[in-house]
């Protein structure tokens, strides 16, 4: 907080320069708003057209297990020689991902999963009321609608495949309830036969089109004051333990007060100029939407053992998921949305074939081995704070993370623990 000001005196509004323009950096930036700074968001591609584009579109704060844990990293071999499956590598770039995959390895023991589920948690608890705020102040609070999610099975024993997954979930309060396939198919009649069982989770919250929720936040930014540049950063300009400016591909030198790094996949390459090292890959998602699903929905679906799933959004069906690891530069391989597709084609009998106004679309997530973001100061600059490394969970907890880091740079006092984000925990 800061203190009050003495008669006669006057102080200088504080400004913060923040580098990436998807959820988490519109969020910081609205949030520092609120505290009187003067912002300028850069990134090199337009608000909300990276990773928070092209989601699922759900608020998936149920979601505290770890990506890793020790049941699925059993699966993980099998999942890796099918180059469709739900994780796949790319051989020649598998030396480079091995110190990210030996830490997520490290990570997925029991204490460490127990652990990593409680920072999770506390990440979770307002994801909705935080995310409210944001589109509320921007118009556009029509986007986000209850809706419950509905988990499917196409066994009894890939139900009790995810048993120790639910009743984790269970303990932290969130609530499930199993349903049979015929319960299923009246819930949503376009599902087949193939289904065995289903778990309805309540409560959820989704996006009817998470790049334009995003796109209208910075909008709001902008009227509140804010600048948004589209450039690249080329590298940190520093003096002592400062950075004082930024040098922009195309507009030269940007100068800094203070810097907030939210660049997504990119995020670590900063950091390394700061002499921070951070294990940051690219999950590499893809997703296809289909104006002419031939099916209506309504509500989310996912698969168990298959990526993705598949929600009902204001442009058509979206059908989102998968991990590739690849690197930032490599060419897409859209076989794997198209892989959606055939998976959801299992459990949606009368899904269309696409045609020619489907659109295929890979994003970079930005992603850490043990499932947790990087929130919170540098420990080697005095005037940048980190917030990136969300994984699958960026659109859920980016406006929470916003509020953490305006928090950071304010001197607020966090209702959470907050070590379990720091940027030296690699």
């Given at each position: ?341 055939t998976n959801f084609k299992t459990v949606l009998p009368g899904l269309k074939e696409p045609d020619a106004e489907t659109t295929r679309w890979m994003g970079r997530r930005p992603g850490t081995p043990d499932s947790l973001p990087v929130i919170g ?50």
């Amino acid at each position: 907080m800061r203190g009050f000001l003495q008669d006669g005196e006057s102080v200088t509004q504080p400004s913060a320069t923040i580098i990436g323009a998807g959820i988490v950096g519109v969020s910081a930036a609205t949030f520092l708003q609120r505290e009187g700074y003067k912002v300028t968001i850069i990134d090199r591609v337009p608000p909300g057209e990276g990773a928070s584009f092209g989601n699922a579109g759900g608020l998936a704060f149920a979601e505290i297990v770890p990506t890793v844990h020790p049941h699925m990293l059993m699966k993980i071999p099998g999942w890796l020689l099918d180059p469709l499956g739900p994780l796949t590598i790319r051989w020649s770039y598998f030396p480079r991902a091995l110190p990210w995959f030996l830490s997520m390895a490290r990570n997925s023991l029991p204490d460490r999963v127990k652990a990593i589920t409680a920072a999770r948690a506390d990440l979770a608890l307002r994801v909705v009321s935080d995310f409210e705020t944001l589109l509320k102040a921007a118009g556009t609070a029509d986007m986000i609608r209850l809706q419950d999610t509905l988990r499917l099975y196409d066994s009894e024993k890939q139900f009790l495949s995810e048993a120790s997954e639910r009743e984790i979930k269970k303990a932290h309060g969130y609530e499930m309830t199993r349903i049979s396939g015929d319960e299923a198919r009246e819930m949503e009649p376009a599902l087949g036969k193939t289904v065995h069982c289903g778990v309805f989770h309540g409560g959820w919250y989704f996006l009817t089109n998470p790049g334009r929720a995003v796109k209208s936040i910075a909008a709001e930014v902008v009227r509140n004051g804010g600048t948004v540049l589209q450039d690249e950063v080329v590298t940190l300009e520093r003096e002592g333990n400062r950075v004082t400016g930024l040098r922009l591909k195309d507009y030269g030198l940007h100068e800094v007060d203070r810097l907030v790094i939210c660049a997504g996949a990119y995020s670590h390459l900063l950091a390394r100029q700061l002499g921070e090292k951070v294990l940051l890959e690219a999950e590499r998602g893809y997703h296809m939407v289909l104006p002419n699903s031939g099916v209506n929905l309504s509500r989310s679906l996912t698969m168990a053992g298959k990526p993705g799933a598949a929600t009902p959004m204001e442009m058509g069906l979206r059908l989102a998921g998968s991990d590739e690891f690849a690197g930032l530069d490599a060419a897409p391989n859209y076989a794997r949305a198209d892989a959606l597709w055939t998976n959801f084609k299992t459990v949606l009998p009368g899904l269309k074939e696409p045609d020619a106004e489907t659109t295929r679309w890979m994003g970079r997530r930005p992603g850490t081995p043990d499932s947790l973001p990087v929130i919170g100061p540098s420990k080697t600059t005095a005037n940048v704070w980190y917030g990136f490394g969300h994984g699958h969970m960026g659109l859920t907890w980016g406006p929470s993370t916003g509020r953490l880091i305006a928090e950071a740079m304010t001197g607020v006092k966090s209702n959470i623990d907050m070590a379990p984000f720091r940027v030296d925990r690699f």
